[in-house]
């Protein structure tokens, strides 16, 4: 299985696949100039990797996003969900700033958006 590694930037978050593991991390911040551009790799990569895959783990530990950074984001989810109808087990974990009460809320918004198992954990500041 291919890695996926994207560095970190002051705009654009880290991206990091396990392929041992199965699990795609994404940290930072994420206002790229063009989000979709800046995302595409992302999503062909989580393409063919569901495919192929049985089980897989997102964890998100973005401090901020843009508006469209936010649909990427919700894009990435709507992938995710459609590869459980194939059976893929899915789990996302999405990680939150504890002293930042609009993290907590953004990360439940996203939650509403899945039906597939979804844990939001706080980081301590």
Same mark, same amino acid.
């Given at each position: 299985?291919?890695?996926?590694?994207?560095?970190?930037?002051?705009?654009?978050?880290?991206?990091?696949?396990?392929?041992?593991? %199965?699990?795609?991390?994404?940290?930072?911040? /994420? %206002?790229?100039?063009?989000?979709?551009?800046? %995302?595409?790799?992302?999503?062909?990569?989580?393409?063919?990797?569901?495919?192929?895959?049985? /089980?897989?783990?997102?964890?998100?530990?973005?401090?901020?996003?843009?508006? /469209?950074?936010?649909?990427?984001?919700?894009?990435?989810?709507?992938?995710?969900?459609?590869? /459980?109808?194939?059976?893929?087990?899915?789990?996302?974990?999405?990680? %939150?700033?504890?002293?930042?009460?609009?993290?907590?809320?953004?990360?439940?918004?996203?939650?509403?958006?899945?039906?597939?198992?979804?844990?939001?954990?706080?980081?301590?500041?």
């Amino acid at each position: 299985m291919e890695r996926l590694n994207i560095e970190a930037t002051l705009s654009t978050p880290l991206i990091r696949f396990d392929p041992e593991k %199965y699990v795609l991390e994404l940290a930072g911040e /994420s %206002y790229p100039e063009n989000s979709f551009e800046f %995302y595409e790799p992302v999503f062909a990569f989580l393409k063919d990797t569901l495919a192929q895959s049985r /089980s897989f783990r997102l964890e998100v530990n973005i401090r901020y996003m843009n508006s /469209s950074s936010t649909k990427c984001v919700l894009d990435m989810l709507d992938l995710l969900e459609e590869a /459980s109808t194939r059976n893929v087990q899915v789990e996302i974990v999405w990680y %939150y700033d504890s002293e930042n009460p609009r993290a907590l809320d953004l990360a439940e918004e996203f939650q509403e958006e899945v039906t597939l198992p979804f844990s939001i954990m706080p980081i301590e500041g």
